[in-house]
């Protein structure tokens, strides 16, 4: 089965969304990319830090409401969608939920052979995570230690790479090889 979508899973400051530039420069098609943070910046300003939505506490919880899954549900549909009409898609995503998370994802992929999907965990050691999590001076800080393990749990993928000595441009080729 020709591979429509990557699916990248790991917690915040694991190196993703280099991972996923360096898929879009290195496989030979056309790939699109969508990441949960693009999602989260449409959100409207009233879901984010709010019960309903979005709410990151001091010590980089991160906790989801009603509506935030509504509106992330119509998204992932739509990002399904996109592949099933011919895109090819690689996803950035963070399973707050583990395997809740990729269950989610399963379902609105539908029939199994429909979407051919490659599943890809993206792990860094917690230490390193939260060091780039300070150097981006962009996070709460504690959200990287937080999910580094936590994203992870009872999760199935094809294939793991681990960023914490190794470079995104190197993941990246990896999970390249594995593109059908």
């Keep these: 089965m020709t591979t429509r979508m990557i ?5 915040s400051s694991s190196g993703k969304t280099g991972i996923v530039r ?9 790939w699109l ?3 949960v943070d ?15 939505g979005l709410d990151i ?3 980089g919880t991160v906790n989801v409401g009603a509506e935030f ?36 994802w399963q379902e609105a992929l539908g029939q199994v052979g429909e979407v051919g999907v490659l599943w890809v965990g993206v792990r860094c050691d917690s230490a390193v995570a939260a060091g780039r999590e300070t150097a981006r001076g962009d996070r709460i800080r504690g ?3 937080q999910q580094a393990d936590a994203v992870h749990e009872g999760v199935v993928y094809d294939l793991e790479v681990d960023t914490t000595n190794t470079e995104s441009l190197v993941c990246a080729h ?7």
């Design 7 to 11: 699916i990248l899973n790991g917690g």
């Design 22 to 30: 360096c898929l879009q420069a290195v496989l030979p098609q056309p």
């Design 33 to 35: 990319a969508f990441g």
């Design 38 to 52: 693009s999602f989260v910046d449409a959100l409207p300003a009233r879901l984010q830090a709010s019960d309903a």
């Design 57 to 59: 506490a001091a010590d």
């Design 69 to 104: 899954r509504a509106l992330e549900a119509a998204w992932t549909e739509g990002i399904v969608a996109m592949a099933r009409a011919g895109a090819r898609i690689v996803v950035d995503d963070v399973f707050l939920g583990g395997a809740a998370s990729q269950r989610r």
């Design 143 to 145: 959200m990287a230690a």
């Design 174 to 180: 990896t999970i390249a090889a594995k593109v059908r």
